[in-house]
């Protein structure tokens, strides 16, 4: 079946450092692949999404690259803010009306 | 604004009761989706629906029902058969309804059951 796994948290990070959250996925066929985020006590936002092989998705700094050869769509911000503070999901579509998510990520960012 | 509004935002029910979420739409999108997210959890399926009075057993569905009686609602009751149903529970919809296109999430309901 279809299933995601994310690097565990939480992680945290002074403003201005490097964040990286790894994804990694199985799937059967094409799927899609998403980075949603989930501020304090809110719904989920999309991120980020990318539909086949060597997309990169992007939005407000983060980057995110699907690389078929590794099963991968590590999530990258250069230098993150005190505003980045959330949990992050990955999330996977395949043609089967479902999302599979991750775990989540909790990322903190200290001032 | 176009968007998903899940009410109320916080629930407080007693062992036994059943309690109803409320989910609307005005993004006019054919799919709809109920999650329940638990501490440290990713995301889990309940129960999705396709088109207007037609819906599907997610992976999680027992102890909860839904209806679809019109397109722009999706409402989740939590039955006294939910053992565990203290959780956030967070109303998707997406368009044209294949999980390959983006799904729009609502603010959620936080449940506690007393």
């Known amino acids: 079946g279809n299933s995601v796994t994310q690097m565990e948290g939480p992680v945290t990070l002074s403003e201005e450092a490097f964040l990286t959250i790894n994804c990694t996925y199985t799937?059967?066929?094409?799927?899609?692949l998403f980075w949603y985020v989930q501020y304090p006590g809110e719904g989920l936002q999309l991120l980020l999404k990318?539909?086949?092989?060597?997309d990169k998705g992007s939005n407000k700094g983060f980057e995110a690259t699907y690389r078929k050869e590794t099963t991968s769509f590590h999530l990258e911000k250069g230098s993150v803010q005190v505003s980045d503070s959330a949990v992050y999901f990955c999330a996977l579509g395949a043609d089967d009306y479902k999302l599979s998510f991750g775990a989540g990520t909790t990322v903190t960012v200290r001032a | 604004d176009g968007g998903i509004t899940q009410s109320p935002k916080y629930l407080f029910r007693k062992e036994g009761q059943n309690v109803t979420l409320s989910c609307e739409q005005n993004?006019?999108?054919?799919?709809m989706y109920w999650y329940r997210q638990d501490p440290g959890q990713g995301l889990r399926l309940i129960y999705y629906?396709?088109?207007?009075?037609?819906?599907q057993k997610g992976d999680i569905a027992e102890g909860y029902s839904v209806s679809r009686e019109k397109k722009e609602s999706f409402p989740l009751t939590v039955t006294s058969a939910q053992k565990n149903p203290t959780a956030f529970y967070l109303c998707a919809s997406s368009q044209p309804g294949r999980s390959t296109d983006t799904q729009y999430f609502g603010p959620g309901t936080r449940l506690t059951v007393l």
């Open positions: 629906s396709q088109i207007v009075n037609d819906f």
């Open positions: 990318a539909t086949k092989a060597d």
């Open positions: 993004l006019n999108h054919d799919a």
């Open positions: 799937a059967t066929g094409y799927p899609s």
